[in-house]
């Protein structure tokens, strides 16, 4: 993907910004799908609008979160992780907001144990992103969720483990079809390593505490977002569909009404 130097200092700068926007103390890659302050660009000289939707790692929240939570006005939240992953850390209950759950497979913890080099965990961390757009499983689920967010109600939250994979993915779509440069969204997924470094050193530290210091460089290549995962998707997509609205309309089976509606509560 090639960068226009002004735009991708615009991109980088957006990206610095989210530490200004409203942030959970107990969900450190909690932000607003919009992006900061008036939210990002778009290229017809728009902007995405705040306050619509939200992206989250998962809601582990103290009482105060809670009740921020609950002060947005959420809806409905939506929760991108598999069953196994709910039953262990269930999500906080949100007053006002209906939870439903769209299970994507996100990273398999038997292969984790596995990984012995930053090479193999690069493989894994590829292949799951291009199974969000090969696998029928994944793209039913996304496109359940996607239908749920088009519904002309308030503001929606949804989320995955870390939020960075299933979550950022789901994101980069929203952005695109808001119409946001691809620079930006790029920009917005990378935030992720910036928003979420104190849970990252968190689990590093126990790597390198029970397994040894040797593997902590394997580990870290899965708790970052890359550039290059994100690729892999978006190769997926023009290998199997051409183009992101065939994925969205074919893959996902979205309706153009689903689409619209979904630009329209981004940037009407």
Known sequence: MTREPDAEREAGSDAGLAREL???ASADN???V???GAGYPTVDGGRVRPGVFYRSNELQLTDEDVLSLTGLGLTRIHDLRVAEETGAHPDAVVPGATWHGFPVLGIPMEEIASLGSPEAAIDMMERIYAGFVADPDCRAAFGA???Q???PDGPQLFHCTAGKDRTGWAAALLLHLAGVPEEIVLADYLATNELAT???ATYLEIVSSAMGEHLVETYERVLVADEAYLGQAYFAVAASYGSLHAYLTEGLGLGEGALASLRAKLTG
Do not use: C, K, W, Y
Request: cysteine-free; overall charge neutral; charged content about 35%.
């Open 149 to 151: 967010l088009a519904e």
């Open 22 to 24: 409203f942030r959970l």
């Open 198 to 200: 104190s849970s990252r």
């Open 34 to 36: 919009a992006g900061p």
């Open 145 to 147: 969720m996607f239908e």
């Open 30 to 32: 909690f932000r607003d």
